[in-house]
């Protein structure tokens, strides 16, 4: 019970929410277990004044050693995806629900494992941190695991993908798939990654029309 109580961010997370405070704030958190493992915290990277927000799970392997958010493969796909949807990734504010990569070893290999409810919402403090600075219009839930942290255990992609919806940290919420779940899916590849394509091509429409009426 005691280390339930425990478990959470915010005593590491700098009242003043600005990102550079934030920033070199973030590799001090003990909020979790999940800094023992990892190479390095990995916090969130795009424009201050974004306005899109997009909110992975956790680092993957090759994040998790350069440091950096969606710098390997999904984070690739995801760089592809955003230029044929005439989305600038350059503008966008990319980060992740869990700021610690968790894995299991596999002999050399690192297999991603996923983060738990109470890891989850350990380091919602950050993310809500990131929210608060940044103000943007439009969050983007790439997977189930960002989209259950900031809409709800009970929210499902399968049912719910591509809808918006208003949100206490922006003025709309959505969520498609993550990249990596199509990077999962070989034999159906090019049909997931049209369907994504085409879920940030109504990503950058609806900010568009966010922007018209601002
Ligand atoms: S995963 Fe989040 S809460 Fe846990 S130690 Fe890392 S930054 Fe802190």
Known sequence: MARDLKTTAAPWVPEAHKLPLLREAAPSCRGCD???HATQVVFGEGPSDAKVVMVGEQPGDEEDRKGHPFVGPAGRLLSRA?????????????TNAVKHFK?????KRRIHAKPSGMEISACK???EAELDAIEPELIVCLGATAAQSL???TFRITAQRGKFFPHPWAKQIVATIHPSAILRMPERYDE????FVK?????AAHLRELERAS
């Open 34 to 36: 999940l800094y023992q």
């Open 82 to 94: 955003m230029h044929d949807a005439s989305l600038d990734r350059e503008k966008v504010y990319v």
């Open 103 to 107: 894995f299991l070893e596999r002999g």
């Open 125 to 127: 403090p950050w993310l």
């Open 151 to 153: 809409m709800g255990g």
């Open 192 to 195: 997931e990654y049209a369907l």
């Open 199 to 203: 879920d940030l091509e109504l990503i």
